[in-house]
């Protein structure tokens, strides 16, 4: 077993670039040397830093003995939970993965939208039908407003044609009793005079 050293190997990981290797073949020259997966990442990450060239990205860091885990579901569930293990000296987060948290994030948060967009639309589907209901009650009452209103015109009116007939009848009666009262009494007044004569007769 090989102490392991407690220096970062930046300049080892330059030389070994020199002469034509790639991460991989680095990581494990390193290992073998005794440096921990800790120290070969950040290393790279450092000599990547100073040549300007993008952080290195193992294809399958797992594989490599000593490497440290790739983010699990614990991990990726929240940006703090990045940034926390990317200060603590790990591999870090593929730009991928940023992409699949943020994603992941979003179609949470829309899922929940939509569910709120399903109730405000349930809602309002139940107000309008309640509100139908109510038009349709208003209309019925209307309805039987007006027959009952027609109702009671038809009767006023037949009621002011009985007035009227009986009006008339009674103009009748009267020109009926004007001509017929002189002749009544006329014969009332004969028959008091009769009566009148036949009593003198019998004393």
């Given at each position: 077993m090989f102490n392991k050293p407690n220096d970062l190997p930046?300049?080892?990981?330059?030389?070994?670039?020199?002469?034509?290797?790639?991460?991989?073949?680095?990581?494990?020259?390193?290992?073998?040397?005794?440096?921990?997966?800790?120290?070969?990442?950040?290393?790279?990450?450092?000599?990547d830093l100073v040549s300007g060239a993008p952080p290195p990205q193992d294809p399958n860091p797992s594989n490599i003995p000593g490497a440290p885990p790739p983010p699990g579901p614990e991990l990726a569930q929240t940006p703090e939970a990045v940034q926390n293990y990317s200060d603590t000296g790990g591999v870090g987060v593929t730009s991928e993965e940023i992409e699949e948290l943020v994603e992941s994030i979003i179609d949470e948060k829309w899922d929940e939208?939509?569910?709120?967009?399903?109730?405000?639309?349930?809602?309002?589907?139940?107000?309008?039908?309640?509100?139908?209901?109510?038009?349709?009650?208003?209309?019925s009452l209307k309805e039987e407003f007006d027959k009952l209103h027609q109702a009671i015109i038809g009767k006023i009116g037949e009621y002011d044609k009985n007035i009227l007939e009986v009006g008339a009848e009674i103009r009748a009666m009267e020109k009926v009793f004007s001509k017929v009262l002189p002749v009544f009494t006329e014969n009332i007044n004969e028959l008091s005079r009769i009566t009148q004569a036949m009593k003198k007769k019998t004393k």
């Open positions: 930046v300049d080892q990981v330059k030389a070994l670039r020199a002469r034509g290797l790639d991460n991989t073949q680095i990581v494990q020259a390193l290992q073998r040397n005794g440096y921990s997966s800790t120290q070969i990442f950040d290393a790279l990450n450092q000599a939208l939509v569910k709120d967009i399903n109730k405000i639309v349930e809602w309002k589907n139940e107000i309008e039908m309640k509100v139908n209901k109510l038009e349709q009650r208003f209309d």
